[in-house]
């Protein structure tokens, strides 16, 4: 009889064992699948609501010194050289306008080329103690070379290219500070006369890259189009310009958008989604906070499994000694008459 209830125990454990087993390895996969995508979906949201809010801020600054740059150029038609410092001194009082209502701006300029003009230089206002801008001593150009695009790169690098232009972080050389400027190249009847531009606060753009957060400790970073960081929150802005971001042997690329590498020895997915200015905003959390819901999920799942396992487990014993005992109390009963106690009650009135 023990053999009959092993038996008929075993295969419906095996049975049961075999079916929780598949539904579970099917919804282990669905939830892994649904955790992924979702995981996926919102590291794509977070960039991309970061990149546009950054993009709308960008835009602000550009279309402040291309709208300068616009009536600057206009108002020179039909000038004559008499007529530059004139002109300078109406774009003061109209630019001053525009960069006030600009947020974030450090500094805004208009600066003459030395070979158009000994005498007018031009205009640099300062913000840098948040009291307003005051009017700051120009740099003087004329000690460098503006065909050289190592030097003065706020002013020699639009005037390379002859378009607007965004310019990595950079310390200003008389203010000390680190700045983010957009520049744009002045030109009077097709003769190169000066740039017009603004210097950012690269605080103002660090805090705007450090609001962006995902997970318990994701983050935002910003990089060039080459790979060096602009922006990065845990790595000190006097190191970045030493710093480019490292494709090694542990560094795998998902899609076109999506990367997986090791930071300070966690492993981590980035999403990066292009800014208007060339640079690149990732948003990266760890894998293992990534990962968390969708395996806590699973850890659920084959807790409950374990718990149908056990009382499926507790069912099958209890019918099979439901059908095993009436045979062995006619086996025992068969022995008793075999000795000839033929008052042995046998109690039983199934079929």
């Excluded at 282990?28 to 979702?38: F, H, P, Q, T």
Aim: charged share 20%; with cysteine.
């Amino acid at each position: 009889m023990n053999s009959i209830r092993t038996k008929f125990t075993l295969l419906n454990l095996c049975t049961i064992l075999v079916a929780i087993s598949i539904a579970a390895a099917i919804g282990v996969i669905s939830i892994r699948n649904l955790g992924r995508d979702d995981a996926d979906q919102l590291l794509h949201l977070t960039a991309e609501t970061g990149a546009k809010n950054l993009d709308a801020y960008f835009e602000s600054v550009q279309h402040s010194v291309e709208t300068v740059a616009a009536l600057v150029h206009d108002s020179f038609d039909g000038m004559t050289e008499d007529g530059l410092e004139e002109q300078v001194e109406h774009t003061r009082s109209l630019f001053g306008r525009i960069a006030y209502n600009t947020n974030g701006v450090l500094t805004y300029y208009f600066r003459i080329d030395p070979k158009v003009s000994d005498t007018v230089k031009g205009f640099w206002y300062v913000n840098q103690e948040g009291s307003g801008f005051q009017e700051h001593q120009v740099t003087d150009i004329s000690q460098y070379d503006t065909d050289d695009t190592s030097q003065l790169v706020w002013f020699t690098v639009p005037k390379a290219t002859g378009k607007g232009v965004w310019l990595p972080p950079y310390h200003t050389e008389n203010l000390g500070a680190r700045v983010i400027s957009y520049n744009v190249p002045v030109y009077w009847e097709d003769r190169f006369v000066g740039v017009i531009g603004i210097e950012i606060d690269y605080e103002i753009l660090a805090r705007e890259v450090n609001n962006i957060s995902i997970y318990q400790t994701g983050y935002a970073f910003l990089l060039d189009e080459d790979g060096n960081f602009i922006c990065h929150p845990q790595i000190d802005s006097e190191h970045l310009d030493s710093k480019k971001i490292a494709i090694s042997d542990s560094t795998r690329f998902v899609g076109d958008d999506h990367v997986e590498y090791v930071f300070d020895g966690v492993e981590k997915e980035a999403i990066w989604a292009p800014l208007r200015n060339g640079m690149r905003l990732y948003v990266t959390a760890p894998v293992s906070e990534i990962d968390s819901g969708w395996k806590g999920m699973i850890e659920n799942v084959f807790l409950a499994s374990l718990m149908i396992l056990t009382v499926c487990a507790a069912v099958v014993l209890d019918y099979s000694k439901s059908i095993t005992q009436p045979l062995h109390d006619l086996t025992v009963a068969a022995k008793q008459v075999q000795n000839g106690n033929y008052e042995s009650p046998l109690e039983y009135d199934g079929n």
